[in-house]
């Protein structure tokens, strides 16, 4: 019965936002250009310099790691890792640009291994001690799953990694590590490149036009923008906790993201900081009437309520399905996120104009 209002609703709210906004209208076109702007600025190109300064202390770390090994190194190493690892949640579901060119949004992170077909590849060239593994370049041709940070995840944190702090110990290991991390490298230096102030993408992110290739009017930019939120939280809900966290109770806690470095629920909460951020910092509730401003705060709430979810937990995938209890917090956790799923694809959108022939949820 609670389905069947709700849908009720979604259907009263869709069809009073096409009487009133059918469409973004061009009074609203300075705020859609502000929106765009503002997002490149404040998120798109701090989120990729991040990124870049990260992977470049990786590189460092991991090169110091395997000219002079030791615990310390080992660990210095390891928290560049984690710092790039979140660096990519906070900004992995821009998928436009650069992003989606030369295959690099899979060669920076391949997940989810569904056959585990990649982690054999990484094993096969780690047992044959393939030495093509080891140069940056060739490995940039090689398979998107033994280049990029699940990869090098399973080199330094796996069992018996901490065997890369001995000298006398895996020099293979560490070289095929370096080259990973100079692979990201020179890929999160493209990713940046290509979204400064100039280059032709930004040019066309920042102003919708008949020519432009990426959206030619208000209505298709705003449908990117709210799109990539929806469909970011979306990706987290389904694949980051919902292909380890199994409906039927058949969880499979071991083929979390990031389980072996400890990450999995710090990433999910970046994830969700990163979709928040580019609400935030889009200014994007600007393109609202001011009679629906109210539900730009009602989103934002509902960010609150499930980061405050996803940062509580302090353990690994495995004993958080194993508890009752903290399994029911992440079960909450896939609630909250559907909840702002709904405030922006039910309520936002429609308000903004933008509920004609586009469903955000069913990913059109």
């Excluded at 020519?211 to 009017?217: A, F, G, S, V």
């Excluded at 694809?345 to 004609?356: H, I, K, T, W, Y």
Aim: aromatic residues 8%; glycine residues 8%; hydrophobic residues 45%.
């Amino acid at each position: 019965m609670a389905c069947f209002v709700r849908r009720c609703l979604c259907r009263f709210l869709l069809v009073l936002a096409v009487c009133l906004f059918p469409a973004v209208n061009a009074g609203a076109s300075g705020k859609v250009e502000d929106v765009l702007r503002d997002g490149w600025a404040g998120y798109i190109v701090p989120s990729y310099a991040r990124l870049s300064d990260d992977a470049a202390r990786l590189e460092t770390t991991t090169r110091a790691l395997c000219e002079t090994p030791s615990a310390q190194t080992l660990a210095s190493a390891r928290a560049a890792f984690g710092s790039m690892a979140l660096s990519w949640a906070r900004i992995e579901w821009l998928r436009v640009g650069p992003s989606m060119e030369e295959n690099r949004l899979e060669r920076m992170l391949f997940y989810p291994d569904r056959k585990g077909t990649g982690l054999k590849q990484v094993q096969r060239a780690l047992a044959g001690q393939d030495e093509v593994v080891t140069d940056a370049a060739k490995l940039g041709q090689l398979s998107v799953a033994m280049q990029g940070l699940g990869a090098y995840e399973f080199l330094l944190f796996r069992k018996g990694s901490a065997a890369l702090a001995s000298a006398a110990s895996n020099v293979f290991d560490c070289r095929y590590a370096l080259a990973i991390a100079q692979n990201l490298l020179a890929m999160s230096g493209e990713l940046s490149a290509g979204w400064q102030a100039g280059t032709p993408l930004t040019k066309a992110f920042v102003m919708p036009s008949p020519e432009n290739t990426l959206y030619r009017d208000n209505v298709e930019a705003l449908n990117l923008v709210i799109g990539t939120i929806i469909h970011g939280l979306e990706a987290v809900r389904d694949v980051r906790i919902g292909y380890f966290l199994r409906k039927d109770g058949r969880d499979r806690p071991r083929s979390a993201l990031y389980r072996r470095s400890g990450l999995t629920l710090a990433s999910i909460a970046t994830n969700l900081e990163g979709c928040l951020d580019l609400f935030e910092r889009s200014g994007i509730e600007r393109v609202l009437p001011d009679e629906a401003r109210y539900i730009g705060d009602q989103v934002r709430l509902e960010f609150q309520l499930a980061l405050r979810a996803a940062r509580e937990f302090n353990a690994g995938p495995e004993a958080l399905v194993g508890d009752a209890k903290s399994r029911k917090r992440l079960k909450y956790l896939e609630y909250a996120i559907s909840n702002i799923i709904a405030r922006l694809n039910d309520e936002f959108a429609p308000a903004a104009g933008l509920a004609a022939g586009f469903s955000f949820g069913d990913g059109d």
